[in-house]
């Protein structure tokens, strides 16, 4: 699957800007409609604020030129069927989206007869790959929010599924997009020899431990590290997650998950040239940039490999978790999760 190189990735980020004022290097759509063949934007799920913030930035009055004229016309409202603290949003979500103008529909059948692109923001993992199977069979380009599955089968299949059908999609955490972390990949701090980050992890009994919330902070470390983690080791306690994962050339990455006292996200990027301390979060609108530039080329900004060893990271930490802390390996966690998704049916 094509993608761009992540040093090109993060670089073309930090020209957009963090906000919404650049301008150069962005077509412009010069005053067509929103009806425009290719621009239409559809959500499934109404259960997560991801999906509120990204309609208010689309349809609000200044989205402006920056986002090419894509706009959320129709939402699927139904999320997770038992996490409650998603399903009791639907409703005020829902109700906040209309008030962009969004139509609200009863089927995701009904909504890819409505919409070019989809943003899946689901917050129930579990449910992406029935969710996202219909959408690529539909040859829709869509962004998976994280989760991007609450396991790492579900994700190879869904993967699989994206192949098959020859539809690119991808997935990632707007933490990938840390403040400062454009530095890192631009080469500022030379060869990356190390990290540290940090953010909050509260836990989900439905989901893998840090597949719910920690996944912020491991993402962020990957975008920092690249791939290549061989092993992990976790260590955790009721308030605090601490895992290690050593890469096939000897470098060392680690994530503290938090959750006691203050919640935030961040870390520490060791270089051959330098040190870099990132800085806060940048918000959704780096993320958003990416995912309008993927729907409007078809180039996903997180290569697949990526994706997957994040997610394999995190099962790995819960498998060492249940062996008191012991040395699990991402490759022998990968085959099993292989196997795992071969058993799943893509229609």
């Not at 259960?47 to 016309?73: C, I, M, Q, R």
Request: hydrophobic share 40%.
């Amino acid at each position: 699957m094509k993608a761009t190189n992540r040093r090109e990735f993060i670089r073309t980020t930090a020209l957009t800007g963090i906000g919404l004022g650049f301008s150069g290097g962005i077509l412009t759509t010069h005053g067509q409609n929103n009806s425009e063949a290719g621009k239409k934007v559809g959500i499934i799920g109404l259960d997560t604020s991801h999906s509120v913030a990204f309609t208010k930035t689309l349809n609000g009055p200044e989205a402006g030129d920056t986002f090419y004229g894509y706009k959320v016309v129709a939402a699927y409202p139904k999320g997770s069927n038992d996490i409650e603290s998603s399903v009791s949003r639907i409703p005020g979500y829902t109700a906040e989206v209309q008030k962009f103008g969004v139509e609200i529909v009863d089927s995701i059948a009904d909504l890819l007869t409505k919409v070019d692109v989809v943003l899946l923001e689901t917050n129930d993992g579990r449910l992406h790959l029935e969710q996202a199977l219909p959408v690529l069979k539909a040859g829709k380009r869509m962004f998976i929010d994280k989760p991007m599955a609450a396991s790492l089968a579900d994700a190879i299949a869904i993967f699989e599924a994206s192949e098959k059908y020859k539809v690119p999609v991808f997935s990632c955490s707007s933490l990938r997009y840390i403040t400062g972390m454009d530095e890192i990949i631009s080469g500022k701090i030379g060869k990356v020899t190390g990290a540290e980050t940090y953010s909050p992890a509260k836990l989900e009994k439905t989901h893998p431990d840090l597949f719910w919330y920690g996944i912020h902070g491991v993402e962020t470390l990957f975008t920092a590290m690249g791939t290549g983690c061989k092993s992990v080791v976790r260590v955790s306690n009721e308030d605090t997650d601490m895992v290690v994962g050593t890469w096939n050339d000897g470098r060392i990455g680690t994530f503290r998950g938090i959750r006691k006292g203050k919640g935030d996200y961040g870390g520490t990027v060791y270089g051959e040239d330098g040190i870099k301390v990132l800085g806060a979060y940048a918000g959704y609108n780096p993320l958003l940039i990416q995912i309008i530039n993927y729907f409007k080329t078809g180039i996903v900004p997180v290569k697949e490999e990526e994706t997957l060893e994040i997610l394999a990271f995190m099962e790995a930490a819960d498998i060492s978790k249940a062996h008191g802390g012991a040395s699990v390996d991402l490759e022998q966690v990968m085959e099993m999760a292989k196997k795992m998704a071969s058993k799943k049916q893509i229609p």
